[in-house]
C-alpha cells in the first residue's frame, strides 16, 4: 500500500512483481501507476500515468514520481499499478493514496 505523498515533492519506490512466490522477470515487460479522481476515468484521463523507470530480470520496478509528477490538487485519489506481460495487463496493486498539501514551498 503506498503511503501519503506531499504535493511538489518526489517519490522514489519499487515494486516486487512475484507469480506463486516467485520473483519475475520484468526486464522485457511494461510496470506503470495510474492516479484517477473517479474509478470511472480511462487511463489517459488520469491526473498521473507513470511507466517504470526500469524493470529488473528479479522482478523490480522502479518508479520515480517527480515534482513534475506531483504537482497536482491536494485530495484523495484512486491508484492502480498494472504490469503488461505478453499483452496481459496484471493489476498488482490498487488503493487509494492522499496527496497532502504542502505548508512550506
Known amino acids: 500500500m503506498m503511503t501519503d ?3 511538489k515533492t518526489t517519490r ?3 515494486v516486487v512483481v512475484y507469480i ?3 520473483l519475475q522477470d520484468i526486464s522485457s515487460d511494461s510496470v506503470y501507476i ?3 479522481q473517479l474509478k470511472s476515468q480511462t487511463d489517459l484521463e488520469a491526473v498521473i ?3 517504470a523507470s526500469e524493470c529488473t530480470v528479479d522482478g523490480v520496478a522502479k518508479f520515480i514520481l517527480d515534482v513534475a509528477d506531483t504537482t497536482i490538487p491536494p485530495r484523495n485519489y484512486f491508484y492502480e499499478i498494472k504490469w503488461v506481460n505478453n499483452g496481459n495487463t496484471y493489476i498488482l ?3 487509494t493514496v492522499r496527496i497532502l498539501e504542502r505548508v512550506f514551498d
Request: glycine share 6%.
Open 20 to 22: 506463486n512466490g516467485q
Open 5 to 7: 505523498i506531499y504535493e
Open 49 to 51: 500515468l507513470k511507466q
Open 93 to 95: 496493486e490498487s488503493d
Open 12 to 14: 522514489i519506490f519499487d
Open 34 to 36: 495510474v492516479f484517477k
